[in-house]
């Protein structure tokens, strides 16, 4: 059922100063993208009624970048155009696969990884690898601009450091293995030390759901691994669906950061990640199964 | 409001609430071969394409129509010369009750815009947002094969 639209209002600016103006002088109004999720909110009958503004036309939020801390990533980038990417496929391989997990061609050809990470959603495709990869969002409004680590972002359910007004403007991914460039300082979201150009990174990510195509994720498991001299040298772990919030798993880091990669270590990674995540039950899975999915990801991860 | 939009080559004017769902604008012209199935993006149905990217048309608010170009099902076909795509579901028996063919075939037109080649996989993957009632998968999957090669 479509609600009645006079309660809704739409306005598409121009440009990026036009849209940062509008919401300026309209606190209330809500910035989207595609409007994949938007829309079947709406026909479900439970978006609020008020203004939104669409970012569409937003060109200086397109593009993907090669920058001094590793790559940019403009806000309405698509699931497609992040498949697309030789540069994000050759650096950051688990983003193109998160990207082809998140819905149908039709759904990635509109979804975009801005809208993805404001839509908040604990459930969401993209977010768990923009953990582990240290991402640091740029954040934009009339009034100026800011960056900020990823990790902290979300407060809460759909609760996210963003004030009335602001946008996510760009995602901005520091250097991986392969890369030359080294993270800035002064954004760094990191524990542990960096990855290093070289180093023999295991990525890892798997989401599991009701079928293969389409589903949201029951457990969602995004992973970085370097293992060398016999020892877990740094690794990165985040989860999705588990959670108020997507999660970086830092307790379960701790438990093999440093650690001969055997069964002790795995069996105290695993404790420690059953401490850290806060599964529920709910119209798709429970929260045993999760628990249990959880740690078996990490088995499959690490071994 | 009204937006200037171009549907199967037709300069077209579509007048609606910004935010209404451009499926129904596009039937409201008359082209009812863009159908509503679940009217919120899990089946596929109201697929059309947007400057050639299929997208789902119960998702795309009326705006977002605005400039571009549309194709719809009624607009694959050359007159009466159907596409090796529309052949092939009638060949291989790729229609059945025929409410997913709209949104099937302009997947596979899609696909096979990007890739003219492809695996049994490939085409899986770009119909996984495409549901069919009658269950006719592997007919669909056989049809997009076939129309692959005739290309």
Same mark, same amino acid.
């Given at each position: 059922?479509?609600?009645?639209?006079?309660?809704?209002?739409?306005?598409?600016?121009?440009?990026?100063?036009?849209?940062?103006?509008?919401?300026?002088?309209?606190?209330?109004?809500?910035?989207?993208?595609?409007?994949?999720?938007?829309?079947?909110?709406?026909?479900?009958?439970?978006?609020?009624?008020?203004?939104?503004?669409?970012?569409?036309?937003?060109?200086?939020?397109?593009?993907?970048?090669?920058?001094?801390?590793?790559?940019?990533?403009?806000?309405?980038?698509?699931?497609?155009?992040?498949?697309?990417?030789?540069?994000?496929?050759?650096?950051?391989?688990?983003?193109?696969?998160?990207?082809?997990?998140?819905?149908?061609?039709?759904?990635?050809?509109?979804?975009?990884?801005?809208?993805?990470?404001?839509?908040?959603?604990? /459930?969401?495709?993209?977010?768990?690898?923009?953990?582990?990869?240290?991402?640091?969002?740029?954040?934009?409004?009339?009034?100026?601009?800011?960056?900020?680590?990823?990790?902290?972002?979300?407060?809460?359910?759909?609760?996210?450091?963003?004030?009335?007004?602001?946008?996510?403007?760009?995602?901005?991914?520091?250097?991986?293995?392969?890369?030359?460039?080294?993270?800035?300082?002064?954004?760094?979201?990191?524990?542990?030390?960096?990855?290093?150009?070289?180093?023999?990174?295991?990525?890892?990510?798997?989401?599991?759901?009701?079928?293969?195509?389409?589903?949201?994720?029951?457990?969602?498991?995004?992973?970085?691994?370097?293992?060398?001299?016999?020892?877990?040298?740094?690794?990165?772990?985040?989860?999705?669906?588990?959670?108020?919030?997507?999660?970086?798993?830092?307790?379960?880091?701790? /438990?093999?950061?440093?650690?001969?990669?055997?069964?002790?270590?795995? /069996?105290?990674?695993?404790? /420690?990640?059953?401490?850290?995540?806060?599964?529920?039950?709910?119209?798709?899975?429970?929260?045993?199964?999760?628990?249990?999915?959880?740690?078996?990801?990490?088995?499959?991860?690490?071994? | 409001?009204?937006?200037?939009?171009?549907?199967?080559?037709?300069?077209?004017?579509?007048?609606?609430?910004?935010?209404?769902?451009?499926?129904?604008?596009?039937?409201?012209?008359?082209?009812?071969?863009?159908?509503?199935?679940?009217?919120?993006?899990?089946?596929?149905?109201?697929?059309?394409?947007?400057?050639?990217?299929?997208?789902?048309?119960?998702?795309?608010?009326?705006?977002?129509?605005?400039?571009?170009?549309?194709?719809?099902?009624?607009?694959?076909?050359?007159?009466?010369?159907?596409?090796?795509?529309?052949?092939?579901?009638?060949?291989?028996?790729?229609?059945?009750?025929?409410?997913?063919?709209?949104?099937?075939?302009?997947?596979?037109?899609?696909?096979?815009?990007?890739?003219?080649?492809?695996?049994?996989?490939?085409?899986?993957?770009?119909?996984?947002?495409?549901?069919?009632?009658?269950?006719?998968?592997?007919?669909?999957?056989?049809?997009?094969?076939?129309?692959?090669?005739?290309?």
């Amino acid at each position: 059922m479509i609600p009645l639209l006079e309660d809704y209002q739409l306005v598409v600016p121009r440009s990026l100063r036009g849209a940062l103006d509008d919401l300026a002088q309209h606190p209330q109004a809500r910035p989207f993208a595609g409007g994949t999720d938007l829309m079947v909110v709406l026909e479900a009958g439970h978006l609020p009624p008020g203004r939104y503004v669409s970012l569409q036309n937003c060109r200086e939020l397109l593009g993907i970048e090669r920058a001094r801390e590793g790559v940019s990533i403009g806000a309405l980038t698509t699931y497609s155009e992040i498949q697309r990417s030789p540069l994000l496929a050759d650096n950051y391989p688990l983003l193109r696969l998160a990207a082809l997990e998140t819905g149908g061609i039709a759904t990635q050809n509109r979804g975009t990884i801005g809208g993805n990470v404001a839509n908040a959603s604990p /459930a969401a495709d993209t977010p768990p690898v923009l953990l582990v990869y240290d991402a640091v969002l740029e954040l934009v409004s009339a009034s100026g601009t800011r960056r900020v680590p990823y990790v902290g972002f979300h407060r809460g359910y759909k609760k996210m450091d963003l004030q009335p007004g602001e946008i996510i403007s760009r995602v901005l991914l520091p250097g991986v293995a392969g890369q030359g460039s080294r993270p800035a300082e002064t954004v760094r979201a990191s524990v542990g030390r960096a990855f290093r150009p070289g180093d023999p990174i295991r990525s890892y990510y798997r989401k599991v759901g009701t079928r293969r195509a389409q589903a949201i994720s029951k457990v969602c498991f995004a992973g970085l691994l370097h293992v060398e001299a016999a020892a877990v040298q740094d690794v990165r772990i985040a989860l999705g669906s588990v959670a108020p919030t997507v999660i970086r798993a830092l307790a379960t880091e701790d /438990a093999l950061r440093g650690q001969p990669l055997d069964a002790t270590t795995i /069996a105290a990674a695993e404790r /420690a990640l059953l401490t850290e995540i806060a599964p529920i039950d709910d119209i798709r899975s429970n929260a045993r199964y999760r628990g249990r999915v959880a740690a078996n990801l990490l088995r499959e991860f690490l071994s | 409001m009204k937006i200037t939009t171009t549907i199967n080559g037709q300069p077209t004017i579509l007048d609606g609430h910004p935010m209404s769902r451009l499926l129904d604008a596009i039937r409201a012209t008359g082209l009812t071969g863009t159908k509503e199935g679940c009217g919120e993006g899990e089946c596929g149905a109201c697929g059309v394409l947007l400057d050639g990217a299929l997208v789902n048309s119960c998702l795309t608010p009326l705006a977002h129509a605005e400039g571009v170009a549309i194709t719809t099902i009624e607009g694959v076909s050359s007159g009466e010369m159907l596409h090796e795509v529309q052949e092939a579901f009638l060949e291989y028996g790729g229609a059945q009750c025929g409410i997913c063919t709209p949104g099937m075939v302009l997947a596979a037109v899609e696909l096979l815009s990007r890739n003219p080649d492809p695996t049994e996989d490939d085409v899986r993957v770009a119909l996984a947002g495409n549901l069919c009632r009658c269950t006719g998968y592997m007919r669909i999957f056989e049809s997009v094969l076939e129309a692959a090669k005739k290309q």
